[in-house]
């Protein structure tokens, strides 16, 4: 199949990028001017240069191609200048699902955040469960109006599957779960915190897995999937960190209170001089790990078939991926 690929430099899009390139399709994928394209231009793939908000750019990449696969979006706890969140998430999510349904593309898969419920009084919640009255980052809103978007051009005839995933590991991550896997790596963090909140966890090859099966699947266009099977609390992450790497945790342990009056505090120095919050404790990443997220992602294994890997694994694979990346820069 021929395939646009929008944020194929990230995370998860790259993984996405190499399975699709490993297993024959046509990949097209659209690139920011600054971006890191090595990893793609090692795999062969087609580049267009352009973001979401660049229709030209879109229509070229969409041009056609049976499938698109829609993951550039703004993930961050902290932007100096908010606004970003809709221009990027809202309409950028707009622009490039209205241009693949001009297009005429057979498949557009798409991936939300698990945010978007706020916290369901369902625990562990479903793709029914009824949201929560409050989502808790500036990034969870704009995601929950790109996916009011997303659901209108559906109803409009765009052949659509959303994802909506729990925190994804594997080897690479430089999100807000990985660099807090390195700051304890590296002995950067004077504390772990949330030790009581439970959230839920889900290998980053699983959810590409799941992202073809659904490009593969006939009928299942308008379907929500939620990923992840494995819960675990602050406590509980922190020490399967220590286990996979041998390295000692800190001994200390902040209450949540002091943890949330510190990420206040970090959020108002950044306001001020526009830098991110120090161990990315921001107002929003404060109040969405305090809360956190119990999912039930059973759906997509019954209807996608995928079956999903052990949070060590993801979390092996994580630990070895920023060694082996340390190790090459001393050489």
């Known amino acids: ?23 024959g399709h046509e990949v097209r994928c659209l690139v920011r001017k600054h971006s890191r394209i090595q990893p793609l231009q090692a795999l062969g793939v087609d580049l267009v240069v352009g973001d979401v908000n660049d229709r030209a750019a879109l229509r070229e990449g969409l041009q056609g191609c049976d499938w698109l696969f829609h993951l550039a979006n703004l993930y961050s706890m902290w932007e100096p200048d908010r606004r970003s969140f809709h221009r990027v998430n809202v309409e950028g999510t707009r622009n490039v699902l209205e241009t693949a349904l001009e297009a005429g593309v057979k498949k557009a898969i798409y991936i939300s955040t698990v945010a978007v419920y706020g916290k369901p009084a369902e625990v562990p919640f479903r793709e029914d469960s009824q949201h929560g009255p409050r989502l808790f980052s500036e990034y969870a809103r704009s995601k929950a109006l790109a996916d009011a978007v997303a659901w209108d051009l559906a109803r409009r005839g765009l052949p659509l599957v959303v994802f909506y995933p729990g925190i994804v590991l594997g080897a690479g991550d430089d999100k807000a779960s990985g660099r807090y896997i390195q700051d304890i790596l590296r002995r950067r963090v004077p504390s772990t915190i949330f030790h009581d909140s439970v959230s839920t966890y889900v290998h980053v090859d699983d959810v590409v897995d799941a992202l073809l099966r659904a490009a593969e699947k006939p009928g299942v266009e308008g379907q929500k999937y939620l990923l992840g099977k494995y819960h675990l609390n602050g406590r509980g992450f922190a020490n399967l960190v220590h286990e996979v790497s041998g390295v000692p945790l800190p001994l200390i342990h902040l209450p949540d209170f002091i943890v949330l009056a510190a990420a206040y505090l970090l959020t108002g120095i950044s306001t001020v001089i526009r830098r991110a919050p120090l161990w990315g404790l921001s107002i929003d990443a404060a109040w969405t790990l305090k809360h956190g997220f119990q999912c039930d992602g059973s759906k997509a294994e019954r209807e996608l078939g995928i079956t999903y890997s052990p949070v060590r694994k993801a979390m092996a694979e994580a630990v070895s991926s920023y060694r082996q990346r340390w190790a090459s820069r001393r050489r």
Not at 1 to 18: P, S, Y
Request: glycine share 18%; hydrophobic share 45%; aromatic share 8%.
């Open 1 to 23: 199949m021929r395939c646009f690929v929008t944020g194929g430099t990230g995370f998860i899009g790259l993984h996405l990028v190499r399975r699709l390139v490993s297993e």
